[in-house]
């Protein structure tokens, strides 16, 4: 079993940043990619960054120049670095982990709220 555990989300005016932690424990020997998603109220769970063990990213197109993904292997651990927040980024975040297996866990959400 493989646990995650995010933080970092919040209420932010529009423009300013915050930084989402997405740590990872348990059966973690064979992590292929983690990364992040989001869902807003009444849509569907969307991609927003994603990085390999091997440092390859992707990005959403609505995020590309104001996300930064990156990742911490020797503490299992992904961030997500969110700048120029707006209002259309408000939405659930979901920590995403996948094994070399294939198999997939997700995190149990964290708001992020940005309105003035």
């Known amino acids: 079993q493989v646990q995650l555990v995010e933080s970092g989300g919040g209420l932010v005016q529009p423009g300013e940043s915050l930084r989402l932690s997405c740590a990872a424990s348990?059966?973690?020997?064979?992590?292929?990619?983690m990364g992040w998603y989001r869902q807003a109220p009444g849509k569907q769970r969307d991609m927003v960054a994603t990085?390999?063990?091997?440092?390859?990213?992707d990005y959403a197109d609505s995020v590309k120049g104001r996300f930064t993904i990156s990742r911490d292997n020797a503490k299992n651990t992904v961030y997500l670095q969110m700048n120029s927040l707006k209002p259309e980024d408000t939405a659930v975040y979901y920590c995403?982990?996948?094994?070399?297996?294939?198999?997939?866990?997700w995190g149990q959400g964290t708001q992020v709220t940005v309105s003035s």
């Open positions: 348990g059966s973690v020997s064979s992590i292929y990619a």
């Open positions: 995403w982990l996948r094994l070399a297996t294939m198999r997939i866990y």
């Open positions: 990085i390999t063990s091997g440092g390859n990213t």
